[in-house]
């Protein structure tokens, strides 16, 4: 099975940096992703990491270490629009259908 | 963006009463997952397939059958719907296993079951 686990809610001031933490548990790991949502809408593709280290796009950059198990999603520059939940996934080819498990999400409300 | 849409987009049924839910993609993508979406358990696979025909069970499949009789639709039934089905569900398309895409996901169907 698969486990994982990110903080449920987080706030932070416009203008800021924020990370969000994702841990996971898998046997056949082939990747992890993070998606936005924002409220009422469908999640949207936000990065990708399959191998270790940082992947950076524009504002947003993503981390993976794959002998922790860990990976974080860093925002910056915070705006009033990134106020979303931010939901970790991991793909497990174990069993085949390129299937993703997601962790709960993180609601990241940002304040002025 | 990728097409897909799913219909209908919100509903409320009947306890006991059957639904079928559609998606239908315009991308030949090869896979395609339902998900349902609730608060406190993000997004749980119900069912996924992986080509025509070909269907298997995801980890809360009990209660959910599914069919894909053309590559372009993927059709969720509730066979006797029961309250604690009510939710969001969302279907998603993926188009190979080498590509680092994930998924993308049409709007969602709010269902609700009274």
């Known amino acids: 099975g698969q486990n994982i686990d990110q903080p449920t809610e987080m706030t932070a001031t416009e203008g800021a940096i924020v990370q969000i933490n994702c841990t996971y548990q898998?046997?056949?790991?082939?990747?992890l992703f993070w998606y936005q949502q924002h409220a009422g809408e469908a999640p949207t593709f936000l990065s990708y990491n399959v191998l270790d280290g940082l992947e950076e796009k524009g504002r947003f950059s993503s981390f993976l270490s794959r002998s922790k198990g860990y990976s974080y999603l860093l925002l910056k520059e915070l705006q009033m629009k990134d106020s979303a939940s931010y939901l970790c996934a991991v793909r497990d080819l174990t069993g085949g259908g390129n299937k993703l498990t997601f962790g709960t999400g993180t609601q990241l409300k940002v304040e002025l | 963006d990728a097409g897909i849409t799913q219909s209908p987009r919100h509903k409320v049924t009947e306890t006991g009463t059957p639904v079928t839910l559609r998606c239908h993609q315009t991308e030949n993508h090869r896979y395609m997952y339902w998900y349902r979406q609730d608060p406190g358990h993000g997004l749980r696979l119900i069912h996924y397939?992986?080509?025509?025909?070909?269907?298997d069970k995801g980890e809360v499949s009990d209660g959910y059958s599914v069919s894909r009789s053309k590559t372009e639709d993927f059709l969720l039934t509730l066979e006797s719907a029961t309250s604690s089905q009510t939710s969001v569900y969302f279907c998603?398309?993926?188009?190979?296993?080498?590509?680092?895409?994930?998924?993308?996901f049409g709007s969602g169907t709010r269902l609700t079951v009274v």
């Open positions: 998603a398309i993926s188009d190979s296993t080498d590509r680092g895409y994930g998924y993308t």
């Open positions: 397939s992986y080509g025509v025909k070909d269907t």
């Open positions: 898998t046997s056949g790991f082939n990747g």
